[in-house]
């Protein structure tokens, strides 16, 4: 089997893992330390925005240390520090020490391990396959959605202290033999994106040594690349990182997926307590917060296929006008039918858009500095994933209810519609 496809199986590993205790179990912590500390949604939404900050300021940097220096060593030193972080969150007393670990060891952690270095890597290794490739990893992600009820049990049973030690105890095991499967590029191997061998290299045993993580990869790309490649493999490759933030495309796709971010952010933190307000329990809150992990596997799954027929560019804008429609039935949410409702509409979106935005980077951009020009995508869209979280929980403080806050993220998503129709044609594809 083609070797990229063993990347995307260890991935999905981490990813499923994250998706449970991380993703879609942030909520379950979170009601858990308001019950138990009292403090204000608002103040404690303000940790997790912070750390989005910290995560898309740092993201240029990770993608940086990625292209240069390989996947594996930055995932070896993310996972070891944020496992650490959530080992450590069992022990905290007070919103001080929870803003301290949860931000410089959990945050710094998650934004060197998760998204840029596997992402970065999946794009190396896929072109043609590029979007079901990335619908598997983050099916992943819902997979992992499914074992939310079973988080909550455990939290129920033994607390959420000792969540967040077999959470960090978990990560780390996933993590570092995911890590130590990691290769830079295809083209290291005598090996060409989806599997396509080169003839004349043959194909060496991807365990061997990886020269990137060795040298940096300005030192030997000339070698692998020009020995097993034609005199365009430069221009394949794609663009740099300066090129790409000289293009108008690189700030319509941040700012629209900043935008996107705003509501995707808010229902991972804030779907069980809105739930819980309606007067449902925390058990059926947590099944709700599952089945849209597991709703949304079909439009992981769908949107990476549609990319690779139709293009990103459709899939993206289709699936953000739909999210827009979930926001707006979330507003009016009085009863659980109308929850249920805005389940249907939104996992399906919400897995598309989560698919094509790697897919959407790699298309424009290309493989050449993949790891950093997703790195300061991420940092031009933090502000969604920043200020969503925080203006719903400052939203619910003020007004006691969630509805003012989704009403203007539906208006938003339109405009962000509105953005991702606007770009050009993809170059890399």
């Known amino acids: 089997m083609f070797y990229g496809w063993w990347i995307v199986a ?64 930055t995932m070896l ?36 391990s998760l998204t840029v270095p596997m992402d970065t890597t999946v794009a190396n290794w896929f072109i043609k396959r590029r979007g079901t490739a990335f619908g598997f990893l983050r099916g992943a992600t819902a997979l992992g959605a499914a074992g939310v009820p079973l988080l909550a049990l455990f939290i129920d049973e033994f607390g959420w202290r000792a969540a967040y030690v077999a959470s960090g105890v978990g990560m780390l095991a996933v993590g570092i033999p995911t890590a130590l499967v990691m290769r830079r590029r295809p083209e290291f191997y005598g090996q060409r994106p989806d599997g396509e061998v080169r003839g004349d290299q043959g194909s060496p ?8 993580t ?31 933030l000289r293009s108008r495309d690189f700030w319509m796709i941040g700012l629209g997926f900043g935008l996107r971010l705003l509501v ?3 229902v991972m933190l804030h779907a069980i307590p809105l739930i819980e307000d309606l007067g449902y329990s925390s058990a059926l809150a947590a099944s709700v917060l599952g089945s849209i992990g597991l709703v949304s596997l079909i439009g992981r799954l769908g949107g990476g296929w549609l990319c690779d027929c139709y293009g990103s560019k459709r899939v993206v804008v289709i699936s953000t006008l739909m999210l827009a429609v979930a926001s707006l039935t979330l507003a009016y949410a009085q009863t659980l039918w109308m929850v249920l409702l805005f389940v249907a509409i939104y996992g399906p979106s919400f897995g598309a858009s989560v698919a094509v935005l790697p897919t959407i980077r790699a298309d424009y951009f290309g493989r050449r500095a993949f790891g950093t020009i997703s790195g300061l995508s991420g940092t031009v869209q933090m502000g969604g994933m920043v200020l969503g979280p925080l203006f719903a929980a400052y939203v619910h403080d003020a007004t006691g209810s969630y509805q003012l806050a989704f009403l203007i993220f539906s208006a938003l998503l339109v405009v962000a519609a509105g953005l991702f129709l606007s770009l050009g044609r993809p170059g890399y594809r």
């Not at 070891?80 to 945050?107: A, C, K, P, Q, W």
């Not at 045993?205 to 990886?210: D, I, M, R, S, T």
């Not at 020995?227 to 394949?236: F, H, R």
């Open 264 to 266: 995707s952010g808010s």
């Open 205 to 212: 045993e991807p365990g061997a040594v990886e020269a990137s």
């Open 10 to 73: 260890a991935e999905c590993a981490v990813w499923a893992v994250y998706g449970m205790t991380g993703a879609y179990g942030a909520g379950l912590f979170y009601k858990r330390l308001l019950d138990d500390f009292g403090w204000g949604r608002a103040q404690l939404a303000g940790a997790l925005s912070l750390s989005s900050l910290e995560s898309g300021l740092l993201g240029g940097l990770g993608g940086f240390i990625v292209d240069r220096y390989g996947p594996r060593f």
């Open 214 to 244: 060795v040298f940096p990869a300005e030192a030997v790309e000339a070698s692998a690349v020009a020995g097993t490649a034609g005199p365009d493999a430069e221009s394949e490759l794609g663009m740099t990182a300066r090129e790409a």
């Open 77 to 112: 030193i993310g996972i070891t520090i944020m496992s650490t972080g959530l080992v450590l969150l069992s022990r905290i007393d007070s919103l001080l020490e929870f803003y301290l670990i949860y931000i410089l060891l959990v945050g710094v952690g998650s934004s060197l």
